[in-house]
């Protein structure tokens, strides 16, 4: 039951690099979104994807890109990483959007230094 | 703007004691999530309450949604060990841009 899963779990950047957070799921969701986690800010949306092929601002969407490659898969990247976004980044799947019980990865933990 | 506020931010309860986590927001409700976060891992569900008035519980956790559907709370009995970590409640205003989520409440569980 592997739900979704998100790589890698631990990332360490320099400011200007760019990086890709990969995030799957195998529950056959509609929905996936992108969330940010930074204590005292809570979790923030950044961009979700109602269903395949679309994709749409969150929250706190800038210095940042997501591509819905296929329904399983959704990708998060950096393009130019600043310290501000260091974070926990987490993914989640629901099968039709927020009605329904929103599912999570692991989580990745990013450094910008 | 929308807002959800959740309280109290901490909480340091004495093992075996009851406690309430309490969650308020600015508008009325489609529905409202209560999960729980283990430290360094991802989110659980833990209920959904969509209704005025209703209740939900699973095992010693119980969940109310108020009949206004601004306001709810989530009661532990008798805490354990296994109940620390962190709370989030997370809001359904009716969109589709995913839930909102509170600012959690981190509990500790004293022996």
């Known amino acids: 039951n592997a739900g979704v899963t998100q790589t890698p779990k631990f990332q360490v950047l320099k400011t200007g690099q760019s990086m890709t957070l990969q995030c799957a799921q195998d529950?056959?969701?509609?929905?996936m979104y992108w969330y940010r986690q930074d204590p005292g800010m809570g979790l923030r949306l950044i961009y979700y994807s109602a269903s395949e092929g679309t994709t749409d601002k969150g929250e706190v969407p800038n210095g940042y890109n997501v591509s819905r490659l296929n329904k399983r898969e959704f990708s998060l990247r950096l393009e130019s990483a600043a310290p501000s976004q260091t974070s926990v980044y987490f993914c989640?799947?629901?099968?039709?959007?927020?009605?329904?019980?929103?599912?999570f990865g692991s989580g990745t933990q990013l450094s910008v230094l | 703007s929308q807002e959800l506020e959740q309280s109290p931010q901490s909480l340091i309860v004495q093992e075996g004691k009851n406690l309430t986590i309490n969650c308020t927001s600015s508008k009325t409700l489609y529905g409202l999530y209560w999960y729980k976060q283990k430290y360094g891992e991802g989110l659980i569900f833990l209920m959904m309450?969509?209704?005025?008035?209703e209740e939900k519980s699973h095992e010693k956790i119980t969940a109310k949604l108020d009949e206004k559907k601004q306001q709810s709370s989530l009661h532990i009995t008798a805490s354990q060990p296994s109940h620390a970590g962190i709370y989030l409640c997370?809001?359904?205003?009716?969109?589709?841009?995913?839930?909102?989520f509170g600012k959690g409440t981190h509990l500790i569980i004293q022996p």
């Open positions: 997370g809001a359904d205003w009716g969109g589709a841009d995913g839930l909102t």
């Open positions: 989640a799947s629901s099968q039709g959007g927020v009605q329904e019980k929103l599912f």
């Open positions: 529950m056959n969701h509609n929905s």
């Open positions: 309450l969509q209704k005025g008035g």
